[in-house]
Every structure is written in structure tokens, then in C-alpha cells.
């Protein structure tokens, strides 16, 4: 009920727009029981998000795989498309991560600690499994903080197309993806053969897919 109320808040009104007072105004309860469950407006929407995560059907698909080199690939292609095409309401927060970043950092706090519980576990498993077929080479230190250098580089990366007329022009978007695809995936340790191998599959799916659809 409190989840319902808040997205259509959100969505009405945005971040700044919104406040808890409105939120449990528009569940029909008092702003102190809203607070029993949620103690701020960061800890609510990155609720939303997190819930909206779960709830996205690449994702959860992605998920139940079983760890391995292919995952590990579709993961960092995940991530660099979702970071690299982001619609409006997707810009937004990433303006709202790199506001909290500046100011006192409690809403990117609780999206990371959100996204390390749905996706690190998933993450360390893939790595291990590449490594072990040969795939990558061992990881010297914190597994983890591999997929918080991708996560980073691709949020940064995506940071400079935020203003109407980019910081920054890399060069076409198809060339981007794969480009920087391969430098996350050299830098989590896979070797190029692998890259190669995995990256190829990933885009001769995606290109039946496409031929298909303009068929049908």
C-alpha cells in the first residue's frame, strides 16, 4: 500500500516534488507510521527502485542463470546498456546518485547496498566460475569490488551525456557499447578470447532477434 502510494507520487511530482508528508497523505496513513517503515524519502524511493529491479523480467531471467562466463558477460552488457540508453526517468536518477555523492550520500548508500544484495552474489559466482574454466584470471583482491569499478566507469561514462549537449562525444553508440564492454570485462580479468567468444554470441542473438521482427 505505502510502495503503491509512493510510485504514483514519484511519478506524479518526482524526487524533489514529493515528500513524505504527501506519500502517507496518499496511503491513508499518518507520516509516523510511514517513518516506522521507512525512515527517510531516500530509504522510500530507493525501495521503489530496488522493488522495480526485481520486478524486471531480463533481469530476474538473468539471474536464474547459472553462474558462468556467458553470465558474467550478459551482466556488464546489462549494465553498459542500461547506464549508456537511459530514457528521462532513468537520467533523473542518475542525477539524484550524483546529487546524494555530493551531498550527504544516503540515497546512493542505500541503492548500492540494494544492488550489491541483488546482483554481487550472481557476480562473484560468474567470476569464479570464468576463472576456473580458464576464462579470466584469478582475482588478486575483493572479488566484489570488480563489479563496483564496472558499475562506476559506466555510471561516469553515462554522466557526461546527461546535459542536453554532452561533455563528452565517444563516437557512435553501437561502437561504445562494445568498446566499453571490452574494457570492463579485460579489467574484471577475462582474456580477449573469451571476450571475443561471449560478446560475438551475445550479438549474432541479438541480431537474429532484430531480423525477425522486421519480418514478421
Same mark, same amino acid.
Given at each position: ?8 507520487? /514519484? ?25 516506522? +517503515? /521507512? *525512515? ?35 551482466? &556488464? ?23 546524494? +555523492? ?32 580458464? !576464462?579470466?584470471? *584469478? ?23 546527461? *546535459? ?27 582474456? !580477449? ?12 542473438? !541479438?541480431?537474429?532477434?532484430?531480423? &525477425?521482427?522486421?519480418?514478421?
Amino acid at each position: 500500500m505505502i510502495l503503491g502510494a509512493a510510485k504514483r507520487c /514519484f511519478a506524479r511530482h518526482g524526487y524533489t516534488g514529493t515528500t513524505t508528508k504527501s506519500v502517507a497523505a496518499a496511503a491513508a496513513i499518518s507520516e509516523a507510521l510511514l517513518f516506522k +517503515h /521507512f *525512515p527517510s524519502k531516500a530509504a522510500l524511493y530507493a525501495e521503489i527502485l530496488s522493488d522495480e529491479c526485481e520486478a524486471d523480467p531480463a533481469l530476474i531471467e538473468l539471474l536464474e542463470r547459472e553462474p558462468s562466463t556467458a553470465t558474467l558477460v550478459e551482466l &556488464i552488457r546489462g549494465m553498459v546498456q542500461h547506464f549508456l540508453g537511459p530514457d528521462q526517468e532513468e537520467a533523473q536518477r542518475l542525477r539524484l546518485m550524483a546529487t546524494s +555523492h555530493l551531498d550527504d550520500g544516503e540515497f546512493a548508500r542505500l541503492l548500492y547496498a540494494k544492488i550489491e544484495t541483488l546482483i554481487g552474489s550472481i557476480f562473484v559466482a560468474s567470476l569464479e566460475r570464468a576463472v576456473a574454466s580458464g !576464462d579470466a584470471r *584469478p582475482c588478486s583482491g575483493e572479488p566484489l569490488n570488480l563489479f563496483w569499478f564496472a558499475h562506476h566507469t559506466v555510471m561516469t561514462a553515462a554522466l557526461t551525456r546527461l *546535459p542536453a549537449t554532452p561533455c563528452l562525444v565517444y563516437g557512435k553508440g553501437e561502437d561504445l557499447e562494445r568498446q566499453l564492454c571490452e574494457f570492463l570485462l579485460r579489467g574484471i580479468g577475462l582474456n !580477449d578470447a573469451a571476450i571475443a567468444s561471449h560478446l560475438g554470441h551475445i550479438q549474432a542473438a !541479438d541480431a537474429g532477434r532484430t531480423a &525477425i521482427a522486421e519480418s514478421a
